[in-house]
Structures are given as structure tokens and as C-alpha cells.
């Protein structure tokens, strides 16, 4: 078991910046953040694995970055250049392996202003 602890997410206009943060209880490989919007399915924002290999949704490239302390057990996204269709629910995502069982924090939730 994972339990998962996401913190920094709030309200921020457009074209300003946030960092999420998401601790967790152990050392796991495979840490990423989704996101879900209102009445749109949960998908990818970005993953990291241990040894610093990144994947980005096409839609946050050059905007977010993912990163990790591993002595921390901690993933941080650092979000810039945020839009109002970046406005969702954020979930911390962590897996021992990829395309292994995944572990779900409960959510933070990011706003966008226009």
C-alpha cells in the first residue's frame, strides 16, 4: 500500500504559475499527476519514472514541469503559463512499476481564471 498526500493546488489567473506537490508513504518507481475536468474522463498530465524519464500531455509541453526528490518520496509539478482549460481536479498517481497497479492520492484542485 500508498497513501498519497497532494498539496498546492488554489485559484490563479491565466498565464500565472502553481506548484503541486504530492508526498508519498514509500519509495515507488513510477510517480505522475493526472488531471479530470467537469464532465471530461481523468487523463494524463505528466509521469516520471526514478531514473528521470518524463512523458507530458501534448497539451502542457513547454508549460509544466515534473519532477521528484527521491530521499523526499515527492513529485512536484510546477505549473506556468496556465490557461483556463488547465482548470480540473489534480491527482497524484504512483505505481511500483509501470503499467502496474496504480496508487490514487484524493485530489487538489486547480482553477484557472480567465
Known amino acids: 500500500q500508498v497513501q498519497l498526500v497532494e498539496s498546492g493546488g488554489g485559484l490563479v489567473q491565466a498565464g500565472g504559475s502553481l506548484r503541486l506537490s504530492c508526498a508519498a508513504s514509500r519509495s515507488i518507481s513510477v510517480m505522475g499527476w493526472y488531471r479530470q475536468a467537469p464532465g471530461k474522463q481523468r487523463e494524463l498530465v505528466a509521469r516520471i519514472i526514478s531514473d528521470w524519464r518524463t512523458n507530458y500531455a501534448d497539451s502542457v509541453l513547454g508549460r509544466f514541469t515534473i519532477s521528484r526528490d527521491n530521499a523526499k518520496n515527492t513529485v512536484y509539478l510546477q505549473m506556468s503559463s496556465l490557461k483556463p482549460e488547465d482548470t480540473g481536479v489534480y491527482y497524484c498517481?504512483?505505481?511500483?512499476?509501470?503499467?502496474?497497479?496504480?496508487?490514487w492520492g484524493h485530489g487538489t484542485q486547480v482553477t484557472v481564471s480567465s
Open positions: 498517481n504512483a505505481q511500483d512499476s509501470y503499467g502496474a497497479y496504480g496508487y
